[in-house]
């Protein structure tokens, strides 16, 4: 089993919000190519021309511990399909809760909601929880 790499536009869109983690797989420039580095990783401080490509579980970790941003697909039995989710301000008991589309995959489905949730991170409705 292979862990799901995010696509190049989220990949971009995580470096502006200022993901930069190490990663093993990097996308340059312009380019949709995935490529491999060696074993110590690559961050995207390293350099401009990089864009760190993080499986979807290491940005929804990401997402969550830095934010309080919480992703998921949920399969929905009654109508056969993923829909995406996004929970923030976890204030208990009800966190705000944003549900965007359906989709066919679970993977599809979690990558719409990170998307949706880097697009939060510079908005008034959630707070970075390292500073």
Request: hydrophobic share 30%; aromatic share 14%.
């Amino acid at each position: 089993m292979k862990e799901q790499l995010i696509s190049s536009e989220t990949a971009k869109l995580a470096k502006e919000k200022g993901f930069d983690e190490k990663c093993l797989f990097f996308y340059t420039g312009d380019s949709k190519e995935l490529k491999q580095i060696n074993l110590k990783g690559i961050s995207n401080s390293d350099t401009i021309s990089f864009c760190s490509a993080p499986s979807q579980s290491l940005l929804q970790t990401w997402l969550r511990e830095k934010y309080g941003i919480y992703t998921e697909s949920r399969y929905n039995e009654t109508f056969n399909y993923f829909e995406d989710y996004v929970f923030y301000n976890n204030n208990y008991p009800k966190p705000t809760c944003i549900q965007k589309d359906v989709h066919s995959t679970y993977e599809i489905g979690l990558e719409f909601a990170l998307i949706e949730a880097l697009n939060l991170i510079d908005s008034d409705l959630v707070i970075d929880n390292e500073g």
